[in-house]
């Protein structure tokens, strides 16, 4: 390989590893470490994308998704309908 080929090719490789990395720093800004009742798990904040988060919020989370940010009252009046449930 010539030295032009050479150099061509090592740039290609740098740019795809900047993208690489790119790519990885957005994923985990829409990843974020929820909690609930003393569990923690990472959620996704993909389907919230437009939406404001920030810590301290409420979201209602399905299979790993942040589906939607509810309001503190909100997520008060769900856990203590979902302790009802499990009590009955």
Do not use: T
């Not at 690489?20 to 996704?44: H, N, P, T």
């Not at 399905?62 to 979902?82: N, P």
């Amino acid at each position: 390989m010539n030295k032009r080929k050479q150099k061509h090719s090592l740039h290609q490789m740098l740019k795809h590893i900047e993208h690489a990395e790119e790519r990885r720093r957005r994923y985990e800004k829409r990843k974020a470490l929820c909690e609930a009742k003393g569990i923690e798990r990472e959620v996704s904040l993909f389907m919230l994308q437009g939406e404001e988060v920030a810590p301290g919020d409420h979201v209602l989370v399905h299979v790993g998704y942040a589906i939607q940010k509810v309001s503190e009252e909100d997520a008060r009046l769900a856990w203590e309908l979902f302790d009802e449930i499990e009590h009955a």
